[in-house]
């Protein structure tokens, strides 16, 4: 009497996972995509609250010359600000953006694949902006970012 034991044939295998390397092949540059966006938005929520705060802070009769780490921003200012270690903080009171354009009273978020956002007292629309257009979603300077 023959076995009736049942499975699969390897070419059945074989066609779910060429189906699921598709799939898989798609879906990823979307990840990475959705990945860089939540890292903008959250390097822009966290210069809103630097700016916010700053902005009291200088109101009230505080000064500053730089500051050049979220540890030293968050002293400063009285911020509990978490985030990545790859994305770099500084502020400054009087300095040059890593482009080279001059800040007055801001802050720069710098993220490791080279695009950073910043806020400061040169820019006319006052709110976070992309330095020279190199992030990946926000708007090129002069554009507004949050």
């Given at each position: 009497m023959p076995s009736k034991t049942k499975a699969f044939t390897l070419m059945e295998v074989?066609?779910?996972i060429v189906i699921i390397s598709i799939i898989a092949a798609f879906g990823f540059p979307?990840?990475?995509?959705?990945?860089t966006k939540a890292d903008e938005h959250?390097?822009?929520?966290?210069?809103v609250t630097m700016r916010s705060t700053l902005n009291f802070y200088l109101e009230n009769g505080g000064t500053f010359a730089s500051w050049g780490n979220l540890t030293a921003i968050n002293a400063n200012l009285g911020l509990s600000i978490?985030?990545?270690?790859?994305?770099?903080?500084s502020c400054c009171a009087s300095c040059n953006a890593?482009?080279?354009?001059?800040?007055?009273?801001?802050?720069v978020a710098t993220h490791p694949k080279g695009w950073s956002l910043r806020f400061h007292e040169e820019h006319s629309s006052g709110g976070v902006h992309c330095a020279d257009g190199t992030c990946?979603?926000?708007p090129a300077a002069?554009?507004?970012?949050?």
């Open positions: 074989m066609i779910v979307n990840y990475n995509k959705a990945v959250n390097m822009i929520a966290n210069l978490l985030d990545k270690q790859t994305v770099t903080y890593p482009d080279g354009d001059a800040m007055t009273n801001g802050c990946p979603t926000c002069p554009g507004r970012c949050g």
